[in-house]
């Protein structure tokens, strides 16, 4: 006996009771359904909204509503959107069947109906309706479990570091009173091993964080020879402790910036220069960064470290990058570490589209190198010429141009700097009095503001791009987003609505002129 | 042996008012010793808003720098920074923070602090922070 939750429940729609018998008698011969009739349109969107249906059998043909309004009806309405509607009809001209799918049914059946084939049909959209519904909720579990780990790494670093502070804050202090020569070398001890202590939790947590899929890249400007510049520094320390030489080469003709994250770069190379100073005991470690390819959009970058030390086998190297692996056991024992950088470094060159590898033997020293991908920056060259034609006042081809903005001040702002480089400038206070004007008039462009009384941009723009596609479609007039609250995540919401770029508030006159420039550039085109 | 810890450079902060807003009793302990050598006057708060009533009450603008915890009870130390940064505009706030989020820093900044460190800190760091505020 199966309980009323997980009973399929199959609701028929048609205003000849006979029919309803029929189909009624069919669907029980095969599966134990739960079948319930209505005999009228009203009748079953009454029904259909009173309870959970897994599927709806739905005639066309009946008086009052049809079937296409109810099924119309049933998809506008949240809690039946999701149950699937079969229709059930002696009509059978191609423009009903091709209508029916267009008003959302999952399948069409014409009257009259074999017994199989409808039984075989309802069997396949319970199934499917089903199986849907799994995913949705599986998906759900996966999304709330996703979070629960990243809060869960977040405090638990917190938990960690709270208490390293005392410690290492108080070795510190230690460092400070008189200790003879035994004491300070005890202290020493303590001091690099809450070192290490603090490196091994950053790795678990970056390592936690990776296979959770919650590691996050930045993409900004950044210069790769600054950044491996950086990095030199920082190590320098340690290089001249362990009475090695420490250097760098960056060829020339890299583009000087570049859009990406420097700090997974400087990450990686950090991992990959500790590692070549822990194993060389004399020498040299160089590190080398040359250019593989460069075009207008991306770059591929390669670095490499390589070192005078101890080398490793074939066997070590096919192991090497796999996570919690040294090449020996006993190499854990004798330098330290977790074995998580390397497998930490291969999958944040991963995710850069890049690539990551060793060449090396045994007692000759190692190169691990790794490739990566970034965006080619012309933002600067842009932002400085922005900014010179700015200096000689020099105007832009004139665009008529509507600002959607609520607030005085940013009216004002945005009317001055669009009527200094020659546009003409209109403002809507909000987003319906936008979208009248833009009904209205013939715009080039429309800075909409995203928060605003009436009708916010996003519903704006939606309406926008509606009218455009019913009078004209294929012609998109060009709509950025204008907002001082930019989270994570919203550019790609104002792209999702049909807006074409974003600028943040409070803007620069450089940025706003060099964004014209690319909606020019872009319009020509 | 790595000389860098062991020979520290002590800055002379008497005549200075350091706040320092800190519940977890550890740290407090570090840095009350690591500050009382350089003769600053320390006061504390352990929570945000006890740090903004002390702020309040300051009348004649003693305090000449925060140390700000951002997990604290009753009101974070980004709240706290927001509300005190209103008053104080000039007044310079340091997070510190053993929360490791990439985009932490970015929080804190927004916030309207004027320098981010990261727990756990070492001497020389918090010294170096600091003294761009208040010399050396």
Known sequence: ???????????????????????????????????????????????????????????????????????????SYEPTRDVPIIFLTSKNDP??????????????????????????????????????????HAKEMAVVAAKAKSL????????????????????????????????????????????????????????????????????????????????IKVLSYKAKENELLLQSKVQEDIPKVLIGDPVRIKQILINLINNAIKFTSEGSVSVQVVLLETNDFTTRLKFSVVDTGIGISEAGMARLFKSFSQTDASITRKFGGTGLGLAISKNLTEMMNGEIGVDSKEGEGSTFWFTAEFKTSSEKEVIESAKKSIQEGSKQKEMHILVAEDNVINQRVARFNLERFGHKVEIAENGIEAVAKFEENNYDLIFMDIQMPEMD????????????????????????????????????????????????KPFKADQLFSLLERVIKQGKK | MNEMNINYFTPDWSHKVILIVEDTETS???????????????????????????????KDEIIDLI????????????????EIKQKRPDLPIVIQTAYTNDYNDTDAYGAGCDDFILKPIRLTVLYNTIAKFLGK
């Open chain 1, 1 to 75: 006996m199966k309980t009323a939750e997980f009973i399929t429940k199959v609701l028929i729609v048609d205003d000849v009771k006979t029919n309803i018998v029929k189909m009624k008698d069919a669907l029980l011969e095969s599966e134990d359904y739960l079948v319930i009739g209505a005999n009228s349109g009203r009748s079953g969107i009454a029904k259909a909204k009173a309870q959970r249906f897994d599927l709806i059998l739905l005639d066309i043909i009946m008086p009052d509503l049809d079937g296409f309004e109810v099924c119309n009806e049933l998809q």
């Open chain 1, 95 to 136: 423009e009903s069947i091709i209508k029916g799918f267009r008003s959302g049914a999952v399948d069409y059946i014409l009257k009259p109906f074999s017994k199989e084939e409808l039984q075989a049909r309802v069997k396949v959209h319970v199934q499917l309706k089903k199986t849907r519904e799994e995913l949705i």
């Open chain 1, 152 to 231: 869960f790494l977040a405090n638990m670093s917190h938990e960690i570091r709270t208490p390293m502070n005392g410690i290492m804050g108080m070795i510190d202090m230690f460092y400070q009173t008189k200790l003879d020569e035994k004491q300070k070398e005890y202290l020493k001890i303590i001091d690099v091993s809450s070192e290490n202590l603090l490196c091994i939790i950053n790795d678990i947590l970056d390592f936690s964080k990776i296979e959770a899929g919650q590691i996050e890249f930045e993409s900004i400007n950044f210069s790769v020879s600054d950044e491996v510049e950086e990095v």
């Open chain 1, 457 to 504: 941009g996003m519903e704006a723009t939606l309406k926008i791009r509606e009218i455009e596609k019913a009078k004209r479609p294929g012609i998109e007039i060009p709509i950025i987003a204008m907002t001082a609250n930019t989270m994570k995540g919203d550019k790609e919401k104002f792209l999702d609505v049909g807006m074409n770029d974003y600028i943040g």
């Open chain 2, 28 to 58: 407090n302990l570090f840095f009350h010793h690591a500050l009382r050598q350089t003769q600053a006057e320390l006061i504390y708060a352990e929570s945000g808003t006890q740090a903004i009533e002390l702020v309040l009450q300051d």
């Open chain 2, 67 to 82: 140390l700000m915890d951002i997990n604290l009870p009753h009101k974070s130390g980004l709240d706290a920074t927001r």
